[in-house]
């Protein structure tokens, strides 16, 4: 166990639905990143947070949006779903944001879009 | 800006005999650089991480990996290759002052009885 939570671990959705990816950090990380792991697209950054504040973004399309919460835990909200959505995507945390800082990463959510 | 890439996209090994896992990468400024390691249907785990100490850098498992800045270079070594060893492996490249990580695109190790 990383310390690093996801939820679900599954999901089988339909195109056009939305569905919430959530993501629990390591206890005391207060930075936290989403990526989407595809056979395709290999494994690529979509967002970080910073304790509650949006710190960087990679390619996240317009169609998925997150936020950081107070408490830390972060949400990944995908919308308009396409079937090319499916894939792994990963929440990681950090203490930081300097480029020592190692990541912990949870053990994903696979999101199958039928 | 920085940029990583892993020269193999797989590599294949019998058990007992060494691992070489290539890695070049292209960077600004000093950078951090990590190995990562994923087995199947799991999250990324740290490997190790080399932050401008010692070149030579240990990590978990047996693995360790050099820096090399005249090569741009830092591969990932183990001597002796394990069944367990069979999973993605990852190089990332980020600047020493910000999280803007860069994976490579993997490294598939499988390893043969």
């Known amino acids: 166990d990383s310390g690093v939570t996801q939820t679900p671990k599954h999901l089988i959705t339909a195109t056009g639905q939305r569905v919430t990816l959530r993501c629990s950090p390591r206890?005391?990380?207060?930075?936290v990143y989403w990526y989407q792991q595809s056979l395709d697209q290999g494994l690529q950054f979509l967002i970080q947070y910073y304790n509650g504040e949006e710190r960087a973004k990679g390619n996240i399309l317009e169609r998925f949006s997150a936020q950081q919460f107070p408490d830390l835990h972060s949400e990944l909200n995908l919308s308009s779903l396409e079937l090319g959505d499916s894939a792994l995507y990963f929440c990681?945390?950090?203490?930081?944001?300097?480029?020592?800082?190692?990541?912990?990463f949870g053990a994903g959510s696979r999101l199958t879009v039928l | 800006a920085q940029s990583v890439t892993q020269l193999d996209s797989h590599v294949s090994v019998s058990e007992g005999t060494p691992v070489l896992l290539r890695c070049n990468y292209s960077s600004s400024y000093s950078p951090s650089l990590f190995w990562y390691v994923q087995h199947p249907n799991k999250g990324l785990q740290l490997l190790l991480k080399?932050?401008?100490?010692?070149?030579l850098v240990k990590g978990i498992n047996g693995f360790e990996a050099e820096f090399k800045k005249s090569e741009t270079s830092f591969h990932l070594t183990k001597p002796s290759a394990h069944m367990s060893d069979a999973a993605e492996y990852f190089c990332?490249?980020?600047?020493?002052?910000?999280?803007?990580?860069?994976f490579g695109a993997g490294t598939r190790l499988t390893v043969k009885p």
């Open positions: 206890s005391g990380d207060l930075s």
């Open positions: 990332v490249v980020t600047p020493y002052n910000n999280n803007d990580m860069r």
């Open positions: 990681a945390s950090s203490v930081g944001t300097r480029g020592a800082n190692v990541l912990t």
């Open positions: 080399y932050t401008s100490a010692a070149t």
